[in-house]
Structure formats: structure tokens, C-alpha cells
């Protein structure tokens, strides 16, 4: 099946330092991705929605300027969590999709942050 | 609004004992249901799509099912190796780009 790449898969950094996350898609070119975050027993929350070549489009209450999303290729899109803070702590979630196909979406192995 | 609610949140079963776990939904339009397994610490990995009323799909050990209001995922004679959070998660029809809204899940524990 498809692979999707996602690295780091754990980053521990300092409070107002920058972390960048990647999302690769191995062997199919992925026209959108999505980027969810996910707290400790709860369910993945959509953040943004990334389609290549554009601007993101962001969930209510996400904020953009903290969270860049840029999906500059076909087979890659990148999360840079902007000035972390310890509530910025949370595991990060890629997922991507085919072009024309809505039949399956398929994630990365997630990146966890920890914000000291 | 759109709801996915999962139940029960978590269930503990012994090796052989076969049981459900439902995801009810109330959205707009449905374009698809979504199964995935979730593993600590690791991504969805991808188990069913379902899209019409009526519809069933199986996997070695598991069954999927979708009415117009619910989803069942039936595990039959579960062994260790299925202890995981399973996900269900709706794709709607007014969203063009496929996004899925998830539920919260079901952790299943399967005991020797």
C-alpha cells in the first residue's frame, strides 16, 4: 500500500524555539494533505488541510501564524510549529491523499513534541 | 453539527470473545466511513471504507457495517494482536478535499 513518511518521529525542544515537521508521500504523488494533532487518549483534530502549490486552509481556532504549513511539492508538505510552548506539547499527525482518490487517506507514523 | 460519537470508549475482552463497537454519526451528507486501527504512538493505519447503507466489508478477524445512522465494527475471536484504538471517522460531502472528522474512539484490550 501507499507510504507516508513523517519525520521526526519524537522532538523535545525549548519553549520559544522553532520545530519543523515533515510529511513525505513515498510512492504516490499527493495533491492534499492534511495535518491533525492529537492529545493523550483523545481523537485526531483536524489542523489544516494543505493542497500543493497553495495556501493552507485552517481549522477554526488554529492559528496560521504559529502553525506554517507549506506543501511545496507533490510529495511533500512541512509543519513548522513557530516560538513552541509547553502547550504546543502534542503529537502530530500527517495524512495524505492521491489525486482523484477519496478512498483512502493514508498517515504518517506521527512526530511527537515535547516543549520544555 | 456534525457528531462522531464512538462507544463504549473502552472495552476489555478475553482472547475468543467476540463483541462490538459502535460509531454513530449525524452529518450532512456522507460520502464515506472510515475504519482505522491506531496503535500507541504510531499513525491510523487504514482498515475499511465504507459508503452506502447496507454495506459490509471484512478483514481476517474483523467485520465492518454501515446504516444510515451507525457503524459497527465486529470482532470475532479477537486475539492479543488486535489490542489497539480503533477510530471511525466520516468523509462529507460537502467538503471537496476529503478531509475526515474522527470520533474519539474505542481502546480495545484483548487478554490471553
Known amino acids: 500500500g501507499a507510504v507516508v513518511s513523517q519525520h521526526p518521529s519524537w522532538v523535545i525542544c525549548k519553549s520559544g524555539t522553532s520545530v519543523k515537521i515533515e510529511c513525505r508521500s513515498l510512492?504516490?504523488?499527493?495533491?492534499?494533505m492534511f495535518w491533525y494533532r492529537q492529545f493523550p487518549k483523545q481523537s485526531l483534530m483536524l489542523m489544516a488541510t494543505?493542497?500543493?502549490?497553495?495556501?493552507?486552509?485552517?481549522e477554526q481556532g488554529v492559528e496560521k501564524d504559529k502553525f506554517l504549513i507549506n506543501h511545496a511539492s507533490l510529495t511533500l508538505s512541512t509543519l513548522t510549529v513557530t516560538s513552541a510552548h509547553p502547550e504546543d506539547s502534542s503529537f502530530y499527525i500527517c495524512?495524505?491523499?492521491?489525486?482523484?482518490?477519496?478512498?483512502?487517506?493514508?498517515f504518517g507514523s506521527g512526530t511527537q513534541l515535547s516543549v520544555l | 453539527e456534525d457528531q462522531v460519537t464512538q462507544s463504549p470508549e473502552a472495552l476489555r475482552l478475553q482472547e475468543g470473545e467476540s463483541s462490538s463497537l459502535n460509531c454513530s454519526y449525524t452529518v450532512s451528507g456522507l460520502r464515506g466511513l472510515f475504519w482505522y486501527r491506531q496503535d500507541p504512538g504510531k499513525g491510523p493505519e487504514f482498515l475499511f471504507t465504507?459508503?452506502?447503507a447496507g454495506e459490509e466489508k471484512e478483514k481476517e478477524r474483523l467485520k465492518a457495517t454501515l446504516t444510515k445512522k451507525e457503524s459497527f465494527l465486529h470482532i470475532t475471536a479477537p486475539k492479543p494482536e488486535d489490542s489497539a484504538t480503533y477510530l471511525c471517522?466520516?468523509?462529507?460531502?460537502?467538503?471537496?478535499?476529503?478531509?475526515?472528522?474522527f470520533g474519539a474512539g474505542t481502546q480495545v484490550v484483548v487478554t490471553p
Open positions: 494543505s493542497n500543493e502549490g497553495s495556501k493552507a486552509t485552517y
Open positions: 510512492d504516490f504523488q499527493a495533491t492534499t
Open positions: 495524512s495524505a491523499r492521491g489525486g482523484g482518490s477519496h478512498e483512502k487517506l493514508f
Open positions: 465504507l459508503y452506502s
Open positions: 471517522a466520516v468523509q462529507m460531502t460537502t467538503d471537496s478535499w476529503g478531509k475526515l472528522q
